[in-house]
């Protein structure tokens, strides 16, 4: 089955950049995804990278994709307190998704 | 469009008691999901359905039965509820056409079994 591990907990000052990693174990997901869960909130997408490239940016989001080590960064830049969330990678395979436990991001003032 | 919605909100109930979660979206889409989510544990895929008329087991079908009412709706019920069915439920659809396959997410229902 599908395996993806992230690290449960990042802590960072306001105005610094966060890096979320995530690692998996499926290389044949089409996709690769950036949910985020406020709390008492449903997940919503953040963002995803097609699985044939390396990087995508939008905003302050820089997503890489490293196939090789079957690895996925999701990189905040000048992170605020409203980036405060659960963050969660995933993928999908024959059209189902499956995720890590999720990252707490907290952003200190 | 609303989106995904979910029904009830919030739920409480005592053990052996049975319960159906409703589930509901507009975007038209073929795939319909449903999430438990436990702290630490991440999102565990209960059932899901690939197309209208068609369910199947996933992860942590144990507990629970759905049924796909129409293309719109797909429900998920607890027959007799256990304290360990204590979560939060997540209702997902994808339009499952093979392109991003993104999910979009119902606001969630929280049950607790007493």
């Known amino acids: 089955g599908e395996d993806v591990e992230q690290s449960l907990f990042l802590s960072v000052r306001e105005g610094d950049s966060s890096v979320i990693n995530c690692t998996y174990t499926?290389?044949?997901?089409?996709?690769l995804y950036w949910y985020k869960q406020e709390p008492g909130a449903g997940l919503q997408l953040l963002t995803y990278?097609?699985?044939?490239?390396d990087m995508k940016q939008d905003q302050r989001l820089t997503v890489l994709l490293n196939k090789k080590d079957k690895h996925l960064s999701l990189r905040i830049a000048d992170t605020q307190t409203g980036d405060s969330a659960i963050y969660f990678c995933?993928?999908?395979?024959?059209?189902?998704?499956?995720f890590g436990r999720g990252t707490q991001l907290t952003v200190w003032p | 469009n609303a989106g995904v919605t979910q029904t009830p909100k919030f739920q409480v109930l005592k053990t052996g008691q049975s319960m159906t979660l409703q589930c509901a979206q507009d975007?038209?889409?073929?795939?319909m999901y449903w999430y438990r989510q436990d702290p630490g544990m991440g999102l565990r895929l209960i059932y899901y359905?690939?197309?209208?008329?068609?369910?199947d087991k996933g992860e942590v079908p144990n507990g629970y039965n759905v049924s796909r009412l129409n293309k719109r709706e797909f429900s998920l019920r607890l027959e007799s509820a256990a304290p360990s069915q204590t979560s939060v439920y997540f209702c997902?659809?994808?339009?499952?056409?093979?392109?991003?396959?993104?999910?979009?997410f119902g606001p969630g229902t929280r049950l607790t079994v007493l």
């Open positions: 499926d290389s044949s997901s089409t996709y």
């Open positions: 359905s690939a197309s209208e008329g068609t369910t």
């Open positions: 995933g993928g999908s395979t024959l059209g189902r998704l499956y």
């Open positions: 975007m038209n889409h073929n795939s």
């Open positions: 990278i097609f699985s044939n490239m």
């Open positions: 997902a659809s994808t339009s499952g056409s093979g392109n991003t396959d993104t999910q979009y």
